[in-house]
């Protein structure tokens, strides 16, 4: 999967690797959720109401991948402009644990709010 996940994500060209706009832009990744709301919506036969929360998962989890990629150097695309709010590398391995930690946190507090 990760390797699919790269050739859509990521360009190369000699030795530089780029990010592509598909899954670095605002217009890419909204496509994609509607795309892939669409189809678990359809497979799976879901209500309107499911269907819209359905949907506004997936954007949120694409914008918060966007958000994190603007702290990058690379940045992302938002309406064909190239947008880049911070300097952190993206291998930046102390980052990255904070991030993830956060993002299991997030993860957590909706689960208990669901369940309440």
Known sequence: MQNIIDALSHEHRGKYTRRTRLLHSLEGVTALAVVMSALVVGALRFEARESLIIL????????SHLVLDA???DGVYVLGRKVSLGRIPYDNSEV??????LGVLALSLAIIAHLS
């Open 71 to 73: 702290l990058t150097p």
């Open 96 to 101: 990255n644990i904070a991030l993830q930690a």
């Open 56 to 63: 506004a998962a997936l954007e949120l989890s694409a914008l």
